[in-house]
């Protein structure tokens, strides 16, 4: 068992460009979270996916970030005209299909803006 | 709306002794659930002990431990015989019950360092 995997480690962009963020959970695993972590604001819950489907994007800032699921193996964070502000460390876990369940967290996507 | 508190930003002990970290939160919730994740210095987060609101046992892994109670919406984490390798950041978390949305609210951590 890998564990979560998140593509790339690192990525830096310009400002206004595109950036992808890539999750692939651990298998078997029915619910995928997104957070995003900042020394200013912490821990924060962006989205979370079950069964593939998208059941809470209150954390999402309401433009230029858009998340999916299109399979049980993976799923992407996308941020459009990336700004400096958007730089933080992008988490993505993974859970059993339960709301007690623990979560299993990958090692994140470090995003710099310049 | 719910919300978790950590008020230690920073903890220092020395190797071998008892630490308690405290964590309150608030909901509306008569159902929940509550975690202590870990930060180690790597980045990787952890899952350490969980509570489940309706039990009134304080539960127990290792030598870790929970503080809760109830009535005062405290969770504490105790952690017994401290080993260097404890030092990291300290996180609580809460979500909503089974019928809520299964976002889990972190607080904004502690961070302990174990001295030998």
């Known amino acids: 068992n890998a564990g979560v995997i998140q593509t790339p480690r690192h990525k830096v962009t310009g400002k206004g460009q595109e950036a992808t963020l890539w999750c692939e959970p651990i298998?078997?695993?029915?619910?995928v979270f997104w957070y995003r972590q900042t020394i200013v604001q912490g821990l924060e819950f962006l989205t979370y996916?079950?069964?593939?489907?998208?059941?809470?994007d209150s954390g999402m800032p309401k433009e230029r970030f858009s998340a999916q699921m299109p399979n049980q193996s993976h799923s992407t964070l996308k941020i459009q005209s990336t700004q400096p502000q958007d730089s933080a460390v992008y988490l993505c876990?993974?859970?059993?299909?339960?709301?007690?369940?623990?979560?299993?967290f990958g090692h994140g996507t470090k995003l710099s803006v310049l | 709306a719910q919300k978790v508190t950590q008020t230690q930003t920073s903890i220092s002990v020395m190797e071998k002794t008892t630490v308690t970290m405290d964590c309150v939160y608030e909901?509306?919730?008569?159902?929940?659930?509550l975690f202590w994740y870990k930060q180690t210095a790597s980045g990787e987060i952890v899952f350490l002990i969980r509570?489940?609101?309706?039990?009134?046992e304080n539960a127990t892994v290792g030598h870790y431990s929970l503080n809760f109670q109830k009535p005062k919406s405290s969770i504490g984490l105790i952690i017994t015989a401290t080993q260097i390798e404890d030092s990291a950041v300290y996180f609580c978390?809460?979500?909503?019950?089974?019928?809520?949305?299964?976002?889990?609210?972190f607080g904004s951590g502690t961070q302990l360092t174990v001295m030998p």
């Open positions: 876990a993974s859970s059993l299909g339960d709301s007690n369940e623990r979560l299993f």
């Open positions: 298998s078997g695993h029915s619910a």
């Open positions: 996916f079950r069964n593939q489907a998208p059941i809470d």
């Open positions: 909901t509306q919730d008569s159902s929940y659930f």
């Open positions: 509570q489940d609101s309706y039990k009134k």
């Open positions: 978390a809460m979500r909503e019950g089974p019928s809520g949305s299964w976002q889990l609210i």
